[in-house]
């Protein structure tokens, strides 16, 4: 690490500490996307009913959401560290959470907007973070559905459906059912949009 801070131009130790810990050097300033994602999304979330009074910060939502990428520190394991083990997972749960209840908004907004693409988007990054949420992948595939991508539609179908029978083993619910019949509908008569998106599922902040 030393190596790294020196070839990027550092003279200072990048690290401070006795014989028994070790630290950052405290006059070094350290940004952490996954901080900032969830100190931010923390204020939305906590203000989100008096922001949509005044309008919602889209813009800086739209931001938070773009540095994330996935899970934090998926590969990172200590071993004979049960309690560093058991923190890191409560960081994941707690900033994933953060994260669906931002982007499930903004999933919310670009529907009510007629912006299939941009809610495309989003869906497919709330199913990749919960590819269980039913009601996740249901406006995944209504938003394919709106821009008339029948065939994408009924493969994206295929895919919840082999993911909840292999890994839940369950069965699709009554309402992506009946949403396999429109895409069936859609793709034999070519007509588009055949479903008219559910405005109670926006998941405003609380």
Same mark, same amino acid.
């Given at each position: 690490?030393?190596?790294?801070?020196? $070839?990027?131009?550092?003279?200072?130790?990048?690290?401070?500490?006795?014989?028994?810990?070790?630290?950052?050097?405290?006059?070094?300033?350290?940004?952490?996307?996954? !901080?900032?994602?969830?100190?931010?999304? #923390?204020?939305?979330?906590?203000?989100?009913?008096?922001?949509?009074?005044?309008?919602?910060?889209?813009?800086? @939502?739209?931001?938070?959401?773009?540095?994330?990428?996935? !899970?934090?520190?998926?590969?990172?394991?200590?071993?004979?560290?049960?309690?560093?083990? $058991?923190?890191? #997972?409560?960081?994941?749960?707690?900033?994933?959470?953060?994260?669906?209840?931002?982007?499930?908004?903004?999933?919310?907004?670009?529907? !009510?907007?007629?912006?299939?693409?941009?809610?495309?988007?989003?869906?497919?990054?709330? #199913?990749?973070?919960?590819?269980?949420?039913?009601?996740? !992948?249901? +406006?995944?595939?209504?938003?394919?559905? +709106?821009?008339?991508?029948?065939?994408?539609?009924?493969?994206?179908?295929?895919?919840?459906?082999?993911?909840?029978?292999? $890994? @839940?083993?369950?069965?699709?619910?009554?309402? @992506?059912?009946?949403?396999?019949?429109?895409?069936?509908?859609?793709? +034999?008569?070519?007509?588009?949009?055949?479903? #008219?998106?559910?405005?109670? @599922?926006?998941?405003?902040? +609380?």
């Amino acid at each position: 690490i030393r190596k790294s801070f020196a $070839e990027a131009g550092w003279q200072e130790d990048p690290f401070s500490g006795t014989r028994e810990s070790v630290r950052l050097n405290p006059a070094f300033v350290v940004c952490v996307d996954s !901080q900032e994602i969830e100190n931010q999304l #923390t204020s939305l979330v906590r203000n989100g009913h008096s922001l949509n009074e005044r309008g919602y910060p889209v813009r800086r @939502l739209i931001r938070l959401l773009s540095l994330y990428r996935g !899970q934090l520190l998926p590969s990172l394991s200590l071993d004979d560290s049960c309690a560093f083990d $058991e923190w890191l #997972t409560m960081k994941r749960e707690d900033l994933d959470r953060l994260v669906v209840e931002g982007a499930a908004w903004l999933l919310g907004y670009h529907e !009510q907007r007629g912006d299939w693409s941009a809610a495309r988007s989003v869906a497919e990054m709330l #199913t990749r973070i919960s590819p269980w949420d039913e009601d996740f !992948q249901y +406006h995944l595939i209504l938003s394919m559905l +709106h821009l008339k991508l029948g065939n994408v539609a009924r493969s994206q179908y295929r895919v919840v459906e082999r993911y909840l029978k292999e $890994e @839940l083993e369950v069965e699709p619910g009554k309402k @992506l059912m009946q949403l396999s019949k429109e895409i069936d509908r859609c793709i +034999h008569e070519n007509k588009y949009p055949a479903v #008219t998106p559910r405005k109670e @599922l926006a998941l405003p902040l +609380h």
